[in-house]
């Protein structure tokens, strides 16, 4: 297949590699012309693409509110798939639905990444065992939805699942969202310049996405707000009910807590 | 150095590996016969202890609350050096200043472990690079000192912290008893059933130490709790003031609480 991958960040790269890797012919497509130099360098990408012309299948990989509005936007072939890779999807998906289209629209997530960002992180085995999300409608095509999957496959993704746009939403405010907000407002303490020394394995875990690309996750919050703020405020509430146990030196009352935390982290294993 | 290590679970089982490892004879003392069974089927202890007559240097890796009770009705022969390991500090050097003894003193807290507990989890390698804190008072024998940080080095960790008992349970309280909480509030939610598929390698890391032995977390939250309800208390805060930049959609504001964490996180590793 022809593939024109837009935004050759983290994300679009590893796509593109992946997916070149996989044998589809892929050309990149963005903004600056040093991430297409580095791309054709690092044989990420077997050209630049001009246009959108001929492409049997155009990924957008680009910020969240840069994919509504080219999905608003886009010039894109008839008959083309568009699938973006947003973190959110009920947004790009209310964008489609408003704009006329002879296109195809797929929404997906890719469940992965690393701390960093941009075309230097990316990889062909960014994607290898990770979770792939593809959100689905009444008006998704059905060749359009296999043709996604196959690609999903040859990226190397693991479990592939499909659900609603809504349904993404509210997992990955759990899933995701919240793990950057509270890496980041963990460190968010007068104490962190002293730490050094009395760090272990779990601190580092915990702080590993503090350093978060702030434009981007701002966006990808306000596009989830209430999803996201329902998490932050149960995350919340749960920490006060763990500060009054605590004050209170309630060793039975702690073990209790700790235990309804595990019976739900083993159901989530279970099944996971 | 004759060395008997009092308690042979991961840390315990680790320490003695670790010394043995490094030329030391070392002997084990355990509770239940099956963990000296083990240690001595894989070359953990050269033998087990009748007693602690003649050893050098005693470590008790044991529960909080027992190692207390221990330092308070240990039998330690004159002039040796007892280590703790417990997780907290202010409360074992309290019980050590109450009882009359003639052997010497010496807190630590070996930055390590794993989400799994036990000897099976037990290795030589487990301190490598890790962090190694020792915590002294105006009562601290020298040569005792001395003898400690070398078996911290022999053991193999990387970085060595002497302070007060004080100054190592306020940064422990942020930098591992919070982590512990976190993780463990963050899986308790009635969507922890239905979220796989939806996870990237945040939210494994983010939930990682969510399992807690629960008792032994219990213990050491009530025996530093002022200082760890703080940092509950202050991550509480901070989340409520992300969720209501959430709440309002307040990209700016969001970008800058973000930002605040960027700068702490950084600050920390600039140092570490």
Redesign the interface.
């Not at 469940?111 to 690393?114: I, P």
């Not at 002293?194 to 394995?201: E, I, L, P, Q």
């Given at each position: 297949m022809k593939i024109v991958v837009y935004g050759l960040g983290i994300i679009g790269a590893s796509v593109a590699a992946s997916l070149k890797k996989a044998g589809h012919l892929v050309l990149g497509k963005n903004r600056s012309r040093e991430s297409i130099d580095y791309a054709l360098a690092h044989g990420m990408i077997d050209g630049e693409a001009q246009s959108y012309d001929g492409a049997d299948v155009i990924v957008l990989a680009l910020p969240p509110r840069v994919t509504v509005h080219e999905l608003c936007v886009g010039d894109f072939p008839a008959g083309c798939i568009v699938m973006d890779i947003c973190g959110v999807k009920t947004a790009p998906e209310a964008a489609v639905k408003q704009a006329p289209r002879s296109w195809r629209y797929v929404g997906t997530h890719p469940?992965?990444?690393?701390e960093t960002s941009g075309i230097r992180s990316a990889s062909d085995s960014l994607f290898l065992g990770?979770?792939f999300?593809i959100t689905v409608t009444d008006e998704t095509d059905s060749k359009a939805l296999d043709s996604v999957r196959s690609l999903a496959r040859d990226m190397g993704f693991g479990?592939i699942?499909e659900c609603t746009a809504a349904e993404?939403d509210?997992?990955?405010a759990?899933?995701?969202q919240?793990?950057?907000?509270?890496?980041?407002?963990?460190?968010?303490?007068p104490?962190?310049?002293?730490?050094?020394?009395?760090?272990?394995?779990?601190?580092q875990?915990?702080?590993?996405?503090?350093?978060?690309d702030?434009?981007m996750?701002?966006?990808l919050?306000?596009m989830n707000?209430d999803a996201?703020?329902e998490?932050?405020?149960?995350?919340?509430a749960?920490?006060?009910t763990?500060?009054q146990a605590?004050?209170n030196?309630?060793?039975?009352g702690?073990?209790s807590?700790?235990?309804?935390?595990?019976v739900?982290?083993?159901?989530?294993f279970r099944?996971?």
């Open positions: 469940m992965a990444g690393k990770a979770n999300v479990r699942v993404h509210r997992m990955i759990l899933t995701s919240l793990c950057h907000v509270v890496a980041n407002a963990y460190v968010t303490t104490l962190s310049a002293g730490c050094a020394g009395f760090t272990g394995g779990g601190f875990d915990m702080t590993r996405v503090a350093p978060v702030e434009a996750w701002a966006e919050f306000c707000a996201l703020a998490e932050v405020s149960r995350l919340a749960r920490l006060k763990f500060e605590i004050r030196r309630d060793d039975s702690l073990r807590l700790m235990h309804e935390g595990k739900c982290y083993e159901e989530f099944r996971n």
